[in-house]
């Protein structure tokens, strides 16, 4: 399976099996730097993923059926 057809979830799951077999260290040069490069197209693939939904939630339709912007307010 192609990392970009992954969902959120499974592409995190991949990420965090990559990451629990190089915290373990016993990992050959070659196979850790397949890793790491591996490790970094799935983050790359869940920031896509996360900024998309982020676009998504931008916009609102209020009750009117208007768009209108989305912000999230954090608490202080």
């Known amino acids: 399976m192609e990392n970009n057809n992954l969902t959120f979830e499974q592409a995190m799951e991949k990420l965090e099996k990559i990451v629990e077999q190089l915290e373990q260290g016993d990992v050959p040069l070659e196979q850790a730097i397949q890793y790491y490069k591996e490790g970094m197209q799935l983050s790359k693939v869940c920031h896509e993923k996360l900024k998309n939904v982020e ?5 609102i339709l ?3 059926g208007e768009s209108e912007p989305y912000t999230v307010e954090e608490e202080s």
Do not use: A, K, R
């Not at 676009?55 to 916009?59: C, D, I, L, P």
């Open 62 to 64: 209020n009750e009117n």
């Open 55 to 59: 676009n998504e939630m931008t916009e």
